[in-house]
Nanobody, 119 residues
């Protein structure tokens, strides 16, 4: 079992910045990935950014150049630095952890944190 605790959401004006944090605990695998998803009202949940244990990253096209995902030295905490925020970034942001055990993929989710960007 893996538990995820998120923090850092809030209300910010267009062009502002926020930093989201996600602390993982429990049975952490040596081979894992962590990422951030978001879901706006009435829309599908989408992957915003992903970082793997070796440190490779990928981003949703609409946030490239504005958002940066990173991990701590223990690979148990993931951050999402969000700059130049836009109203369309408004959503609930969810932390995700996944690993592979016995040939199967396991996913765990945080509770979500609200990000609201005002015009």
């Amino acid at each position: 079992q893996v538990q995820l605790v998120e923090s850092g959401g809030g209300l910010v004006q267009t062009g502002g910045s926020l930093r989201l944090s996600c602390l993982a605990s429990g049975s952490i695998s040596s081979f894992n990935g962590m990422g951030w998803y978001r879901q706006a009202p009435g829309k599908q949940r989408e992957l915003v950014a992903l970082i793997m244990s070796p440190g490779s990253t990928s981003y949703l096209d609409s946030v490239k150049g504005r958002f940066t995902i990173s991990r701590d030295n223990a690979k148990k905490t993931v951050y999402l630095q969000m700059n130049s925020l836009k109203p369309e970034d408004t959503a609930v942001y969810f932390c995700n952890y996944f690993d592979y055990r016995g040939g199967n993929k396991y996913d765990y989710w945080g509770q979500g944190t609200q990000v609201t960007v005002s015009s």
